[in-house]
C-alpha cells in the first residue's frame, strides 16, 4: 500500500511543481508590471546584480537562459532605459561586462522589495520546519538533475 501512495506522490510532484513556479510567478508579475518590470527584465536585473561586479554577457544569457541575439535586444533597451550599461572585458577582448547603473540599481531594490511582500504572502502560514524540509527536497531534486542533466557527469 505505502508503494502505490508514494508513486501517486512521484506522478503529482512535478505537475504541482512547475504549476508553483507558474504560479509564483505569475503573482510577482502582477506585482512588478505597474514598476514596468517584465519577467525579462527582473530576471536580468537580479543576475546582473547577484553577480556583483558584472557578470560576462555569455554567462547572464546562461544564467537567463535565452540566446544570444535575445540577450542583445533586451541588453539594447535596458541600457537605453538607463538601467545597466556594457564594458569590455578586461580578461576577454571580445566579451563584454553588464554592469548595473544607479538607476539600475534602484530598479533592483524596488524589485527586491516587492519580491519580499511576494514570498511572505505566499509562504504565509507555512512552519519553518515545513519550509525547511521543502528546501531540503528540492535542493535534492535539484542535485539530482545537475548529475543528470546536460553538463552533468551522467548527462
Same mark, same amino acid.
Given at each position: ?63 537567463? *537562459? =535565452?540566446? +544570444?541575439?535575445? !540577450?542583445?535586444?533586451? @541588453? &539594447?533597451? /535596458?541600457?537605453?532605459? %538607463?538601467?545597466?550599461?556594457? #564594458? ?36 504565509? *502560514? =507555512?512552519? +519553518?520546519?515545513? !519550509?525547511?524540509?521543502? @528546501? &531540503?527536497? /528540492?535542493?535534492?531534486? %535539484?542535485?539530482?538533475?545537475? #548529475? ?8
Amino acid at each position: 500500500m505505502a508503494a502505490k501512495k508514494r508513486q501517486e506522490l512521484v506522478e503529482v510532484f512535478g505537475l504541482l511543481l512547475a504549476d508553483m513556479a507558474h504560479k509564483w510567478r505569475r503573482v510577482l508579475d502582477q506585482r512588478l508590471k505597474p514598476k514596468g518590470l517584465s519577467q525579462a527584465t527582473w530576471r536580468t536585473i537580479y543576475y546582473v546584480q547577484l553577480a556583483g561586479t558584472g557578470i560576462l554577457q555569455k554567462d547572464l544569457a546562461i544564467a537567463i *537562459g =535565452i540566446e +544570444g541575439p535575445s !540577450l542583445v535586444r533586451l @541588453l &539594447d533597451s /535596458l541600457e537605453n532605459d %538607463g538601467l545597466l550599461m556594457r #564594458r569590455p572585458s578586461p580578461n576577454d577582448r571580445r566579451g563584454k561586462i553588464i554592469l548595473l547603473t544607479p538607476e539600475g540599481e534602484s530598479k533592483y531594490q524596488e524589485f527586491r522589495d516587492i519580491a519580499d511582500a511576494v514570498r511572505k504572502e505566499l509562504l504565509h *502560514g =507555512i512552519s +519553518g520546519e515545513n !519550509l525547511g524540509a521543502c @528546501l &531540503d527536497v /528540492l535542493t535534492q531534486i %535539484g542535485g539530482n538533475a545537475d #548529475r543528470i542533466g546536460p553538463g552533468g557527469k551522467d548527462g
